[in-house]
């Protein structure tokens, strides 16, 4: 498969489930760990061509974009409980990719020891930072919404 293709079939994957959740709520925040890892599976198998930090930032902003997606867009309005299911969700779907990109980085041998570890350190540190500021991300939206209406 081709690195273009496989950076298609990921992000038709992430939309899929954005539209899903939008929809059908709350779907979309269900099926989190699938979406998050078939998209890394597609990304690891199919980019070959990529380099490890490449994929690894490819990986890890289409999980960003899920993660605003679902918080913004996802049917209903969210509360602190609704908040803690979509990090619950979340994390699994994390754990699922980040051991799916840590087998597809090590397994790659043109890759110096050096960037698989630089690779393998994007995901942790970029969804900490991203955690970091955008955790209460659409709480609250619904009542925003009905005080300007």
Do not use: C, Q
């Amino acid at each position: 498969m081709k690195t273009k293709t496989a950076i298609l079939i990921s992000f038709f994957i992430i939309l899929i489930n954005l539209i899903n959740g939008h929809f059908f709520a709350p779907n979309g925040i269900t099926y989190t760990p699938i979406a998050l890892s078939a998209m890394t599976l597609v990304m690891t198998l199919g980019a070959k061509t990529l380099k490890p930090i490449s994929l690894s930032g490819i990986i890890t902003g289409f999980i960003i974009l899920h993660d605003v997606g679902i918080k913004l867009y996802s049917g209903g309005t969210h509360d602190r409980e609704g908040l803690g299911w979509i990090h619950t969700l979340l994390f699994i779907g994390l754990v699922l990719s980040y051991s799916i990109l840590l087998f597809g980085i090590f397994k790659r041998k043109e890759a110096e020891l050096k960037e698989k570890i630089i690779a393998a350190l994007i995901l942790p540190v970029a969804i900490s930072i991203h955690l970091y500021f955008f955790t209460d991300l659409g709480l609250g939206r619904h009542y925003w919404y009905e005080w300007n209406n």
